[in-house]
């Protein structure tokens, strides 16, 4: 992880600064416009043999979870569904699962970083359990969340509402304010790569691999200036977390992953407290459940940079599935006991034989989701 | 050192936090080592400072938690470059509680009221117990000024009461005539105040590994 310097004092750097963030979130924009447009570029053929699979909600959620484990960030994941379902080729009701996917797989940081107290059993334990508890959470989440959603669309209906009200009928168009100067930054791009020579399935690759590599670009300085800007209120804030729970721990994740646009940033800085022993589990859940909140804006930033409102609308979903999933199990301690308990029963188990880890690592991110692909295929 | 957590950041308000904590640890590590010295040596009754005493040993104790966890969330924040500087705060916390530590263990022994020797004995005492309560001031106001010849004189005079300190055990151990059990464990006290405020000062001089030993004698042409 780097380290940030000290907070530096409102002046020149501050400045420059935050001038870099924002060009490099109008960088992070047109790398959406980019990936959507890409797709666009490979004719509905291509692009319909490419997304067939994740119709399959399984496979979605498995899609989801692999994508994240392998790029390490939920941002970026979320933001290609967005530029996805966006440039209309995936739908939201298949978009939904692999939005669910992403919350699983970004959980995975954590994990890696608990794996470094591994020497020491007491430490470990409470790392291990800190970093598991985010996951546990998650599938519970998914677990209940996602059939009821296939079932009745408790999600993707008010997701659906929230679009019509914000960026009117759906499918339609969607007008946000920043959306001319992306556009018209793709189009530069667009025509430069016409330029060199590229047309077809050349020029359609390019522009992914432009778009994707953008996105994490962006996304990584993004992360790495805003931590620099707010790294003074953020110790201020962990400090005043450490010892309070509940609303206060929730806001206090949400705000930091909203300010650094990285979940795994707030969550991978709980894991050293937790292993500490200075911050409690009690006390560090509901501050990544904020976080989980937190990075829901992301997709939301995404969404107003693609050209259907169906872009909007996943990023409402992936919105409305965090906020519910703390709404539902937060607020009842019999609830809230379940991942909590989980977490710290895999974490003695853990403790006890490191072995543990490594089948709960390869298990939950790798085997559940090939499995998921697996058992898809053979029923196609 | 101390030059060093410094430079990492006046602007990190946790960072200028913990300094003044520390420096809160300091003012009450005084305020117990004159309670119960003067319990000993001044002709206060031990039952009037104690629940003083022990407050504020506690207020002590909870401070250096207080600063572990700043520490600990400073350096999950800030990475590995903030490390040492952390180490050696963490380092100088456990100094400073251990003032507090050392005034309890002079106010046992004020409370057991034991001989302590002749007038002599007594007025030599009570110079060494003044001498060791300014040492705590000058440590407290040389962490403020960063200032390293300073810092050097005073260690100098840490020597020199440690010296002197050593000399009475040594004295008191081979007693014959009167019972100065109660002198030679008081100047031991009175040495590891000194030690313990010397140990502060001398994160401004010497490097991180070397604290905790900067009295001892170095190789030649070191």
Redesign the interface.
């Known amino acids: ?9 409102f002046g020149p750097e501050v400045f420059l600064r935050v001038l870099l963030v924002m060009a490099l979130l109008v960088g992070f924009l047109v790398a959406i416009q980019c990936m959507g447009g890409s797709i666009k570029l490979m004719g509905k053929e291509t692009s319909e043999s490419l997304f067939r699979g994740v119709s399959n909600p399984f496979a979605g959620l498995a899609v989801g979870i692999l994508a994240t484990v392998l790029v390490q960030s939920s941002s970026t994941t979320t933001s290609m569904i967005v530029a996805l379902v966006g440039s209309g080729e995936i739908s939201v009701e298949s978009a939904v699962p692999m939005i669910m996917g992403a919350n699983i797989g970004t959980t995975i940081t954590n994990t890696l970083v608990s794996v470094g107290h591994v020497r020491q059993s007491a430490a470990f334990r409470r790392a291990f359990a800190a970093a598991t508890v985010h996951d546990f959470f998650n599938l519970i989440c998914v677990a209940v969340f996602l059939p009821l959603e296939l079932l009745t669309g408790f999600l993707s209906k008010p997701a659906l509402y929230l679009t019509e009200v914000l960026a009117g009928a759906p499918g339609a168009e969607y007008k946000s304010p920043i959306k001319g100067a992306v556009k018209s930054a793709y189009k530069s791009i667009l025509h430069g790569l016409e330029n060199l020579g590229l047309e077809g399935t050349p020029l359609a690759l390019c522009m992914l691999t432009l778009g994707i590599g953008m996105t994490f670009f962006c996304l990584i300085f993004i992360t790495k200036n805003m931590r620099t800007l707010i ?2 209120p ?3 804030a ?2 005043n977390s ?1 010892r309070r729970s509940g609303m206060i721990g929730i806001v206090v994740g949400a705000a930091v992953t909203v300010a650094v646009q990285s979940s795994s940033i707030t969550t991978s ?1 709980l894991v ?2 937790c292993a ?1 022993g ?1 911050l409690s589990l009690e006390n560090a859940f509901p501050i990544m459940l904020g976080a989980n909140i937190g990075t829901t804006v992301t997709a939301l930033l995404a969404s107003t940079a693609v050209d259907s409102s169906a872009g909007l609308t996943i990023a409402l979903v992936h919105a409305l599935f965090n906020v519910a999933g703390t709404v539902c199990i937060y607020p009842f301690r019999a609830v809230r006991r379940v991942p909590l308990a989980l977490a710290r029963n895999l974490a003695i188990a853990a403790s006890r034989n490191p072995v543990y880890v490594l089948f709960y690592v390869l298990g939950a991110f790798v085997g559940v989701p090939l499995v998921g692909i697996w058992i898809t295929n053979l029923f196609q | 050192m101390m030059r060093w957590l410094q430079s ?8 200028n936090e913990i300094h003044s904590q520390f420096l809160e640890m300091m003012v009450d590590g005084r305020h117990v080592f004159d309670a119960a010295a003067n319990a000993l040596l001044g002709g206060t009754a031990p039952e009037v400072i104690r629940d003083d005493l022990f407050a504020t040993d506690r207020r002590i104790n909870r401070t250096e938690q207080a600063i ?3 520490i ?11 490390f040492p500087a952390l180490l050696v705060m963490m380092s100088l916390v456990k100094d400073a509680e251990r003032i507090g530590d050392y005034a309890k263990n002079l106010y046992g022994l004020a409370a057991a009221r034991p001989p302590l020797g002749g007038d002599a004995e007594r007025k030599a005492m009570i110079d060494l117990k003044d001498r060791v309560s300014k040492l705590i001031v000058r440590a407290h106001g040389l962490f403020e000024s960063q200032n390293d010849s300073d810092a050097r004189a005073f260690l100098e005079e840490v020597h020199q009461i440690e010296g002197e300190c050593d000399a009475q055990v040594d004295l008191g151990l081979h007693a014959r005539k009167d019972n100065a059990s109660a002198r030679v464990l008081a100047h031991r006290y009175f040495k590891r105040v000194t030690s313990h405020t010397g140990n502060i000062v001398s994160s401004l001089v010497v490097p991180l590994d070397k604290l905790d030993y900067f009295d001892e004698p170095r190789p030649k042409g070191s």
């Open positions: 992880m780097d380290s940030p310097s000290a907070t530096p004092r790294v003074g953020l110790e201020q962990m400090n450490l800085l050293p407290l500490a200075i | 990492l950041g006046p602007e990190s308000r946790s960072l572990r966890r700043e600990v969330v400073h350096g999950s924040i800030y990475g590995a470059a903030t």
